[in-house]
């Protein structure tokens, strides 16, 4: 009697041990197949860990141009494979493997989880700490080559005897990560119609740039670039961007910057030495109901005069569209517009090792006061665009789940 007593016991506790490991059993499936999903998609750098509070889920968005589109995707793919009962689940966004936002989502209700809808995630800043036990992530941006075509167009009016002078490039750059935070760019210029003058009628080089990124505590992101930029610009640039912690809406900003003059005439590269200082000091809000962002900041520009603009920009899916106002020291007041537009294709467009690849945004900017001189500055990454800025914003990836 006593054999079979303990028998008896050794089996039910066996029969209790798999009870608990199939739900886990479960989980990990689930989980899995999710990875697998987003992957196949094209989704890159995606990994998934779990503990008693929440499941995290992280990725990065490269196969689909609208990043709110692609986004959306990866939640409605989670949600259709299950999620855990009794936690919270959150997706943590990259770039470039750097951590941007996260979508979040915590039932109130043990039955809720059945029936959430995108409506019921979260948008925010606050990626936790979950996400950095992730040890194995799937489809790697790593080592994988862009061949992304820029369109460059540009225009003015100088001449009295002609309305405009037209200026058209078609200017390919290679984009390549070695580690995290890390790119690596190089621009070739070659001009197609030209009524600029002569030195722009000569194949030259465009951006040639090594950037850095880093994610600190308390939502601030840091950026350090080196090399040569657009408006006839090498050196050094570093800025850095928080924002609030009680309050995303709001931001402050700062930005640095040590230049030379650069140039390539007669397939020769002339620089000079770094000798300009130019610095940026603002801060942002952005109004969720309308999608828009309103900027107020404190600039040195190149020949060291001091001035202040004030930009106000809306973004929708496809497009970005703003006005700015501006006053620098030694010049009028000055004010204009700017618009971007992304590029097709819309589609799923996945990136092996490499892709070729228009550029995501065309644009043009309007300059009303017609200013040559003061209050110039300069971009040090092509990647550094007005719609770009907003394809990472809580509020407007947000807004892109509830209405796509």
């Given at each position: 009697?006593?054999?079979?007593?303990s028998?008896?016991?050794?089996?039910?506790?066996?029969?209790?041990?798999?009870?608990?490991?199939?739900?886990?059993?479960?989980?990990?499936?689930?989980?899995?197949?999710?990875?697998?999903?987003?992957?196949?998609?094209?989704?890159?750098?995606?990994?998934?860990?779990?503990?008693?509070?929440?499941?995290?889920?992280v990725?990065?968005?490269?196969?689909?141009r609208?990043n709110?589109?692609?986004?959306?995707?990866?939640?409605?793919?989670?949600?259709k494979?299950?999620?855990?009962?009794?936690?919270c689940?959150?997706?943590?966004?990259?770039d470039n493997?750097?951590?941007?936002?996260?979508?979040?989502?915590?039932?109130?209700?043990?039955?809720?989880?059945?029936?959430?809808?995108?409506?019921?995630?979260?948008?925010?800043y606050?990626i936790g700490?979950?996400?950095?036990?992730?040890?194995?992530?799937?489809?790697?941006?790593?080592f994988?080559?862009?061949?992304?075509?820029?369109?460059d167009?540009?225009?003015?009016?100088?001449?009295?005897?002609?309305?405009?002078?037209?200026?058209f490039?078609?200017?390919?750059?290679?984009?390549?990560?070695?580690?995290?935070?890390?790119?690596?760019?190089?621009?070739?210029?070659?001009?197609?119609y030209?009524?600029?003058g002569?030195?722009?009628?000569q194949?030259?080089?465009?951006?040639?740039?090594?950037?850095?990124?880093?994610?600190?505590?308390?939502?601030?992101?840091?950026?350090?670039?080196?090399?040569?930029?657009?408006n006839?610009?090498?050196g050094?640039?570093l800025?850095?961007?928080h924002?609030?912690?009680?309050d995303?809406r709001?931001?402050?900003?700062a930005?640095?910057?040590?230049?030379?003059?650069?140039?390539f005439?007669n397939?020769?590269w002339?620089?000079?030495?770094?000798?300009?200082?130019?610095?940026?000091?603002?801060?942002?809000?952005?109004?969720?109901?309308?999608?828009t962002s309103?900027?107020l900041?404190?600039?040195?520009?190149?020949?060291?005069?001091?001035?202040?603009?004030?930009?106000?920009m809306?973004?929708?899916?496809?497009?970005?569209?703003g006005?700015?106002?501006m006053?620098?020291e030694?010049?009028?007041k000055?004010?204009?517009?700017?618009?971007?537009i992304?590029?097709?294709?819309y589609?799923?467009?996945?990136?092996?090792?490499?892709?070729?690849?228009p550029?995501?945004?065309f644009?043009?900017?309007?300059?009303?006061?017609?200013?040559?001189?003061?209050?110039?500055s300069?971009?040090p990454e092509?990647?550094?665009?007005?719609?770009?800025?907003?394809?990472f914003?809580?509020y407007?990836?947000?807004?892109?789940?509830?209405?796509?």
């Amino acid at each position: 009697m006593r054999r079979c007593s303990s028998a008896e016991t050794i089996v039910s506790f066996f029969a209790f041990l798999l009870c608990l490991l199939m739900p886990l059993k479960g989980y990990t499936q689930s989980a899995e197949k999710v990875i697998t999903t987003l992957t196949d998609m094209g989704f890159e750098n995606v990994g998934w860990t779990e503990d008693q509070k929440e499941r995290v889920y992280v990725l990065q968005n490269t196969a689909f141009r609208a990043n709110g589109v692609g986004l959306g995707k990866a939640v409605d793919i989670i949600q259709k494979a299950g999620l855990p009962d009794n936690k919270c689940c959150r997706i943590v966004v990259l770039d470039n493997n750097i951590p941007q936002i996260s979508i979040f989502y915590c039932p109130e209700k043990r039955d809720s989880v059945s029936n959430i809808s995108r409506a019921d995630w979260t948008v925010g800043y606050d990626i936790g700490d979950t996400w950095k036990r992730v040890k194995e992530r799937k489809n790697s941006s790593l080592f994988k080559v862009d061949v992304v075509v820029y369109p460059d167009f540009s225009f003015q009016n100088l001449i009295i005897t002609q309305i405009y002078q037209v200026l058209f490039n078609i200017s390919p750059a290679i984009e390549v990560s070695f580690w995290k935070g890390m790119k690596l760019t190089g621009q070739v210029i070659f001009p197609v119609y030209n009524e600029y003058g002569e030195r722009y009628s000569q194949i030259r080089e465009g951006y040639i740039t090594l950037s850095q990124t880093f994610r600190l505590p308390y939502n601030i992101l840091l950026k350090g670039i080196i090399g040569t930029f657009n408006n006839r610009r090498w050196g050094l640039d570093l800025s850095a961007k928080h924002y609030l912690l009680a309050d995303n809406r709001f931001s402050i900003e700062a930005e640095t910057g040590y230049t030379g003059v650069s140039k390539f005439e007669n397939f020769a590269w002339h620089v000079s030495p770094l000798k300009r200082w130019t610095w940026t000091l603002g801060g942002s809000f952005y109004w969720p109901k309308y999608n828009t962002s309103f900027s107020l900041k404190m600039e040195q520009y190149l020949l060291g005069e001091k001035g202040v603009r004030v930009d106000m920009m809306r973004t929708f899916r496809y497009a970005a569209i703003g006005f700015y106002a501006m006053k620098a020291e030694h010049a009028r007041k000055n004010g204009g517009f700017y618009f971007q537009i992304l590029l097709p294709p819309y589609g799923k467009y996945k990136r092996k090792h490499v892709r070729i690849t228009p550029a995501k945004y065309f644009g043009i900017s309007y300059n009303g006061g017609n200013e040559q001189y003061y209050g110039k500055s300069y971009i040090p990454e092509l990647s550094t665009v007005y719609g770009y800025e907003s394809s990472f914003n809580p509020y407007f990836i947000k807004s892109e789940l509830l209405n796509y």
